[in-house]
Each structure stands twice: as C-alpha cells, then as structure tokens.
C-alpha cells in the first residue's frame, strides 16, 4: 500500500463562548487537517491546533512546513501495519531555524502523523491504540473507559464562580482544572468559593498559563496552597523556567509543565534542571500519537508523573485520537479532552464523543481513529486546501 494523495486544508472551527486564560483569548480557532488517501482507496484524517504561543507556528506557516517538506521522498510504501508505523514514526518535516527545542510544526506533524496512521489502521484493520501496544508495551494497558476532567475557565463574578463549580459538582467530575492567572481576576477569592462548593475530597489543581513572572510565582502557589491544589501547571513563562527548581523547593505543590513540554529535547531539559514534577502531553503541541508516547515512556523511566491534556477548539479528529491514547495508556494521572458539542460548534466527525455524565467515556471500537469524517462538515468549516503530493 502507498499514499498517493495528501491533502491539508485550514478550517476555522467556531467556539460555543469566548475562551479565556492568561496568555490568550479567542472565539474560534484555525486547525489544520490533513487528508491521506491510500492507492486502494482507504481515506486517513489527522488534526493539528497549532498555537504560536506554544509551539511557535501559525496556521500559515502549520501548512507551509507541510509543503516545504519533501514528504514523496519518506512515505515509501507499506506492506504491512508495523512497516506503516516505522514510516509514522520516520516522519519529519523540514527543520526550522533556531529551533533549538525541535518543536515548531509539531501541530502540523501531528495532522500528518494521525492522518497515516488513520489510513493505514482502516487499511490493515488496526486501532490506533494498537500503536501504543506495539511501540511501548510497558505502558500499555487497555481501559474499556476513560474518566475526564472538569475544568473551570474565566468565570470571575461571584454568581459566575459559584454557577462553575456548581456544575462541576453536579456533573460528578472525579477532578477540576481551573485557570488562574487571568488579569483583573482574584485567585484566592475564587479557589475559596470554588472549593467550598466542590468540598474538600474533590481533586483540584490550577493553571496559570505561564501568567506569572519569577519574582511572584512562589508566593502566587503558596497563597493556593491552603485549598488542597494537587498541582500547579505551567506557572511562568518558558523562557523563565530555570526558576523553577528554586521555586519546587519553597512550596508542597506538584510542578507541571505544559507550554514548556512540547518536545524531547524539552523532556531532558526538563529532568537536567529538576524543573517539574509532572508532565502535560498533547498530541498536537507534542508532535502526534508517537512522540506523545516516547514523552510518556521518557516520564516513566525518570519518574515523573504524566497526564494527557488537549488543545482548546481541537474537534473531533484529536478527540479521537486522545481517547485512543487514554484508553491504551498506563498511568495517566489526570485526562483532558473529548469537550466536543460543549465547545466547539463543528465536531467534524462522527458519531458524537463527547464525555458523559461524570466524565466518563468509553474505548472506540473500528480500525484507525474509529470516528467517520463529516465530509459536509469539513467542506463547511474549509478556508482552503492545499495538495501537498506533486
């Protein structure tokens, strides 16, 4: 089997309500979607959200790597599913310069990297959590669920903050993220109302989005701490996390890194300065479903807790993916995602995967990603396409 045409197009995904934290606030989101077609017909669909804040790459330059990239040359053809992900995994896009972290265009890899493995899944029969048991069987470990996160984004005003954790509480999210940071916005005052509603057995930790500078950081966690935070995500900007090792040492909190954990170059610095605790891996930020699991086998082997996050306006495709992740994976300390219909106005595929009530979702069954593209969908939310085969 051989990949004869690939396809990217940018759609623009409309979001249900205005999304805010510290570092950006938007209304509807550019994704990149990258269409494989097989010489025996088989289609594969992938995703990237691609965020300049994160990863350094816009939407423009998401499909510009794609199509500087000499991708004839590595998508040789593949007899079988194990040949495919060898080439999945083989896949590079044309480097960057001064990318020091090898991270820019991961959110573009990643809608190619899915897209193939989508085709070739649904070619040789295979899920794509089937990926995970085959290049790392030490994590893996299949879940017929999987249990999400709830999460509280900028809800500031006194009926707004209770409303939020109210809805927490009543949809029974085993844990809630809630986003600090965000300016004008009193931390403390919020964190007590929201625990006091959710009582103080329910998990809770925050993210701050990179929203505070070096001098502030410790004493902003420590005055979170009396409301039993299990972790604090991403306190400072990338370029100021060398601070974080002093700042591990003055406060009880878990240290997670997310903006500054997109690639394994990130990983290993990470580990050298002793700069976190725990990881946030996202498909997309991440580079795809492979690099996402070395990151994982890498966290497992130094001892650092892991847990899998999603893009804000991701659709349906990363959903998918993610699901297919967290049900093959081992010990995921918390799961993000599969926010679909409460977010974002096209899913894009179907059937719908939202999470239920509690959180909870179950293991997709079908080869590949195990959704179907919504191919009227897609032809709606598609601002243009790009063939990327000559």
Known sequence: ????????????????????????TRDSTDNVVVRCLLDDGTEGFGEGVPREYVTGETIDQSIQFL??????????????YSHALAVAERLRLKPVPGDDRNCRGNAARCALELALLDAYGRRFRESLSAVTKRLAPELYQFHPWVRYSGVILSASTW??????????????????????GIPGQDDVY??????????WKKDLRVDANEAWSRAEAADRIRALEPFRISAVEQPVPHADVDILRDVRQKVRVPIMLDESLCSMVDAERALE?????????????CGGFIPTLRLAQFAAKHGRGYQLGCQVGETALLSAAGRQFATSVAQLRYVEGSYDRHLVRETLAKPDITFRWGGWAPALDGAGLGITVDKKALERTAIRQVQLLA
Request: with cysteine.
């Open 159 to 180: 009926f707004k903050v209770r409303l939020a954790a109210w809805r927490i509480r009543i949809y029974r999210f085993p844990d809630v993220k809630v986003k600090v």
């Open 190 to 199: 919020r964190l007590k109302n929201i625990r006091l509603r959710l009582g």
């Open 273 to 285: 300065q002793e700069s976190c605790d725990l990881y946030n891996l996202r498909l997309s930020k």
């Open 67 to 80: 199509r500087d990239s000499d991708l004839a040359g590595q998508l040789e053809p593949c007899p079988d």
């Open 1 to 24: 089997m051989k990949v004869t045409e690939l396809t990217a197009y940018q759609v623009r995904i409309p979001l249900r309500k205005t999304i805010r934290h510290a570092s950006h």
